[in-house]
């Protein structure tokens, strides 16, 4: 069965650039979230969407900023890139309110 | 506010023993899903069990048991016959219905299968 595909797996990057991961969903899922893990924390909830718009927001700074698409793909959008920002970053599907599945995650480093 | 305690950061056994993960969670709303998730070493995030406010029936599934107690709010995770590949980071996490859809994890337990 498809999963969730995360893009890239890996990123590095430098202070004050800036990053795009990217989500594409389990198909005919249609809300998506995104989730932020840092080094030995447990996930913390950053944004979500449903039928292409906001459904949540959580603790995401204003650096950050997100969408969902019409083909419902998602993409995290983060500026001015800080050292703290290095972690993984999770993406999640359900169908409406149900089970969320998680891709495999990006990792993003900040040198 | 929903909260979810996982006290034991770290557990290690010897392959074969039996071992209970605990979680006790925290909510003022009547309806809302409990959740185990597994982060083997590889990173991924696995989907392990649901379990709705309304179901206290206990769930057994191969090796793996859950048994959810809401006299005490508690939601624990038992592994029959321990072995290495159970070696990961399991997370209990609370979703309620009423708020935002969105997971609340616990700090997660630290498990180590040792041959």
């Known amino acids: 069965a498809a999963g969730v595909i995360q893009s890239p797996r890996h990123l590095i990057k430098e202070k004050r650039e800036t990053a795009t991961l990217k989500c594409y969903p389990i198909?005919?899922?249609?809300?998506v979230y995104w989730y932020q893990q840092g080094p030995g924390q447990d996930p913390q909830f950053l944004i979500s969407?449903?039928?292409?718009?906001?459904?949540d927001k959580g603790s995401i700074p204003d650096r950050f900023s997100a969408q969902q698409f019409s083909d419902y793909h998602s993409e995290l959008n983060m500026s001015s890139l800080e050292l703290g920002d290095s972690a993984l970053y999770f993406c999640a599907s359900s169908l409406q309110w149900d089970i969320q599945y998680f891709g495999a995650g990006t990792r993003l480093s900040v040198l | 506010a929903q909260k979810v305690t996982q006290a034991q950061t770290e557990i290690s056994v010897v392959e074969k023993e039996d071992v209970t993960l605990d979680c006790v969670y925290e909510?003022?709303?009547?309806?809302?899903?409990l959740f185990w998730y597994k982060q083997p070493p590889s990173g991924e995030l696995v989907f392990l069990i649901r379990r709705n406010s309304f179901d206290e029936q206990n769930e057994i599934s191969g090796r793996y048991s859950w048994n959810f107690q809401k006299s005490t709010s508690s939601f624990n995770f038992t592994i029959t016959a321990s072995q290495v590949v159970d070696s990961a980071v399991y997370f209990c996490a609370l979703i309620s219905v009423q708020g935002a859809q969105k997971l609340v994890f616990g700090q997660g337990t630290r498990l180590t299968i040792n041959p």
């Open positions: 969407f449903y039928e292409k718009m906001q459904s």
């Open positions: 198909p005919r899922h249609d809300t």
């Open positions: 909510t003022r709303d009547t309806t809302y899903y």
